[in-house]
């Protein structure tokens, strides 16, 4: 008892996720985990579980990232028109969107970092510039050929997104890097004083995001062979709830982990899926969504007085 | 006379594994200033808080002049006529001084739903001038004051309620001598009156003069209460450690002696504000002690020999000839600093006490570009052994841990990282005899491996006993330098001060 009232923030996301298995498992009568129905669950999650992760890096060093749909958005679109407008292999595209990215997120990092300006409204900034840019040049949805469902296939995607995500948490837990960047969430001026070069970490950490966001846009563009003007818009809200439902501090700190992104993520992408499954109109499932993430917010805040967790 | 203001019955008070009180008794008379002491952990401001609302017990009892007693929090410990002036900073930020002292009873000064902003500084004036602090202008921005001015603001507020029971935690550590002196009246005020004061303090000399009791408490039991005949220095220290105080308490030599090498010099720093002409050099294997007024500008020179502050003019070098103008820079170098500030600047206080000490040295410990807990483990259990750390684990946060134990965390996060220079401002504020102790004989024992520090303090005890070279300040310029010697007294260091 006295394990599980100490590890309660690291348990209690598992204890979510399985629940709401559970509870769509009994009402869907098992419908949900049919073979076509998962893939489409794994589809949704995989774009939302690179961009989570990625966004990890920011969020723990008490950062905030509103531009990350916009910016995966713009990366796919961007690659696209290039893809399109001379012959080459599909592959180019991979680190075309990477590099798109990568100067979108250090634009926003030296802003953010160099500038002292909140992450908060720089990164709202950057979400309108890319939104901006990408119905400014596209005109429109842009069609893929054939040849790009080369890279949709689940044996890479599974093997890329395995190398991320560990990479992903090697980097934040077991690389001074990491921990710097989760010391300076939990608190900079101590951070400072310890000899943490503040500036470079920060930015280190929109670079890692910026790679993460660029391969999501690119397996995107081999799944869909489509790139649309709202490409990513809402995803950054995505992420957020995903984090706070995997257990993390919006403020980040030392608690911050890349299982928390990954939890989340499937508890976000499974209710959204499986609220459809069983019929309720995608509007309501908004709503539930809205609904989970008050109550787990409420939970997050008041744990202290409701003596549940220790403090 | 003496009739019973509060009693408190078999208090258990736990947080988490920690025992932080075993079962107190403790009873407070009227008129009464009874001094509260113990190390830091032995629960003196457990108890404290628990009488003042701050916390619940998990068990016993409290009674409020004979009656059942149960403060749900400081407010409702405040209608009863429970005041607490805490330890640390209490007033409210960017709003005037009569706002701070009437914060929450605005609807005295109301009519008509509007506040009477004239009837309300007239009000405050007149608190401040019964405080003896007529000074302070109710007008002015609470930012604009110091942090004794702000204490004193503080005080005000919880005197306006005219308190039954006033408790003082460590207020008038940091305060200079006319902050206490308006502390020893308010106290000496509430006695004649009939009301008790609980007097928490680590200054015997203070609680002896001013407490006409004196209770002592060690590792969350109530020891003994002692009468004014009964307190003497020795048997103090002996009841608060739980054994005779063995060795020296300072260093006892007086070979003022260190190398002639400099690691370590500042030069004709101006920083637009409290310094305009600074010299410093620091040599090797040498404990310079630095004193002064706080504002004397001596706290930014520790800033600025670390990086944290950029001066406008002047320079900041290492013996190598690095410029010192970021903290990492620094601790590349292997110099090492602790806040005055400890829980805001120094550590990650909700983080574990590995991650604590670990920080700085993370690099050191990385193998083929990876952390691994077994060295993590390493690094921090060996400082945690060198220093004693007071806890059950490692992996323990640092907000379980008492002030002296946190304090012992910061100084292993920097000998764990081999630190050759050390910059320490105020290293014993707030910290317990025992551990005071301790922390003393390590300095000396990093001196004897030719290791440097720089000892800033306001307690002038303290630099007398340990520098090798004794800097003293007035604003902003070195007014006096002294070599060790048995010959310096505080009284001939405080004219230097003023």
Redesign the interface.
């Known amino acids: 008892m006295e394990f599980i009232r100490k590890n309660a923030r690291t348990i209690l996301p598992f204890v979510g996720l399985a629940a709401v298995i559970i509870i769509l498992l009994i009402i869907s009568g098992g419908s949900i985990f049919a073979p076509g129905n998962l893939s489409n669950i794994l589809d949704q999650s995989y774009t939302v579980v690179l961009l989570s992760v990625g966004c990890t890096f920011l969020y723990s060093h008490g950062g905030f990232d509103l531009a990350v749909g916009g910016i995966y958005g713009l990366s796919m679109m961007v690659s696209g028109m290039i893809y399109l407008g001379g012959s080459m292999s599909i592959w180019v595209a991979l680190p075309l969107c990477i590099l798109v990215s990568l100067v979108c997120y250090l634009i926003m990092g030296v802003v953010t970092v160099k500038l002292q300006l909140p992450a908060f409204i720089t990164s709202l900034c950057m979400q309108f510039i890319c939104r901006g840019i990408v119905t400014t040049i596209s005109k429109g949805n842009i069609n893929l050929p054939g040849e790009f469902s080369a890279g949709d296939s689940w044996v890479i995607k599974i093997i890329v997104l395995v190398i991320l995500l560990g990479g992903a948490y090697i980097l934040l837990h077991r690389t001074a890097f990491g921990k710097n960047n989760r010391a300076i969430g939990e608190n900079p001026v101590a951070a400072r004083q310890s000899g943490i070069n503040i500036d470079k970490v920060r930015l280190l950490a929109y670079v890692i995001v910026a790679v993460l966001v660029g391969v999501a846009g690119f397996f995107s563009m081999c799944s869909a062979r489509t790139v649309a003007t709202l490409a990513g818009s809402g995803f950054e809200m995505d992420v957020i709830v995903a984090i706070v439902l995997g257990g993390m501090s919006l403020n980040g700190g030392m608690d911050s982990s890349v299982r928390a992104a990954i939890i989340g993520t499937l508890i976000v992408k499974l209710l959204e899926n499986g609220l459809v499954i069983i019929g309720v109109s995608s509007t309501w499932s908004d709503f539930v969504i809205g609904a989970v993430f008050l109550i787990v917010i409420l939970f997050n805040y008041k744990r202290n007085k409701l003596g549940f967790l220790p403090r | 006379m003496s009739s019973e203001l509060i009693r408190a019955e078999k208090i258990v008070k736990n947080f988490?594994l920690t025992k932080a009180l075993q079962g107190v008794d403790f009873t407070l008379n009227s008129g009464e200033i009874r001094g509260l002491i113990g190390e830091n952990g032995s629960g003196k401001s457990t108890i404290c808080s628990i009488i003042s609302g701050i916390y619940g017990c998990d068990s016993g009892e409290l009674f409020l002049k004979g009656e059942p007693y149960k403060p749900v929090n400081m407010v409702d410990a405040q209608k009863k006529g429970v005041a607490m002036i805490m330890q640390e900073m209490g007033t409210i930020s960017s709003i005037k001084v009569c706002d701070n002292i009437f914060i929450g009873k605005e609807a005295l000064f109301t009519k008509n739903g509007v506040v009477n902003r004239r009837a309300m500084r007239k009000a405050a004036g007149k608190i401040l001038e019964d405080l003896g602090a007529g000074d302070i202008d109710p007008w002015a921005s609470i930012d604009t004051l110091n942090f004794e001015n702000r204490k004193l603001v503080e005080i005000a507020r919880a005197m306006y309620d005219d308190p039954d029971i006033l408790i003082v935690d460590e207020t008038t550590t940091a305060l200079s001598q006319r902050g206490r002196d308006i502390i020893y009246q308010l106290c000496d005020r509430m006695s004649s009156q009939g009301k008790g004061v609980i007097f928490i303090s680590h200054d015997l000399d203070e609680i002896m003069e001013h407490c006409t009791a004196l209770t002592v408490l060690r590792d969350g039991v109530l020891i003994d209460t002692l009468d004014k005949e009964q307190m003497e220095p020795s048997l103090i220290k002996s009841l608060m450690v739980g054994r005779e105080m063995v060795g020296d308490y300072y260093r006892s030599d007086y070979d003022g002696s260190y190398s002639e090498e400099v690691v370590l010099s500042m030069k004709e720093i101006y920083d637009g504000r409290e310094l305009k002409n600074f010299n410093l050099e620091l040599h090797k294997g040498e404990i310079l002690g630095i004193g002064g007024l706080s504002e004397c500008g001596m706290h930014e020179v520790g800033r600025l020999a670390?990086g944290?502050e950029k001066p406008l003019r002047g320079s900041v070098k290492l013996a190598d000839g690095t410029d010192v103008s970021?903290?990492?820079i620094?601790?590349?170098h292997r110099v090492g600093?602790i806040?005055k500030n400890r829980d805001?600047?120094?550590?990650?206080?909700?983080?574990?006490i590995l991650?604590n000490i670990?920080?700085?040295s993370?690099?050191d410990i990385?193998r083929h570009?990876?952390?691994?807990r077994k060295d993590e483990k390493a690094l921090a259990e060996e400082q945690r052994k060198l220093l004693s750390i007071k806890c059950n684990t490692v992996d323990q946060p640092v907000k379980s841990l008492s002030g002296g134990n946190k304090q012992k965390v910061v100084f292993g996060?920097w000998i764990g990282?081999k630190s050759e220079i050390l910059i320490l401002d105020c290293p014993t504020r707030g910290v317990d005899i025992g551990v005071k102790q301790s922390m003393y004989q390590l300095i000396y024992q990093l001196k004897k491996e030719g290791k440097s520090v720089i000892l800033i303090s306001e307690e002038l005890a303290e630099i007398i006993g340990m520098s090798d070279r004794i800097i003293i300040m007035k604003d902003g310029e070195v007014s006096g330098e002294f070599a060790r010697s048995e010959e310096i007294t505080e009284h001939k260091l405080i004219e230097y001060m003023i």
């Open positions: 988490g670390f944290i970021q903290p990492y620094a601790t590349r600093y806040s805001q600047e120094s550590l990650m206080i909700t983080a574990t991650e670990e920080l700085p993370l690099k990385t570009g990876l952390l691994f996060r990282n």
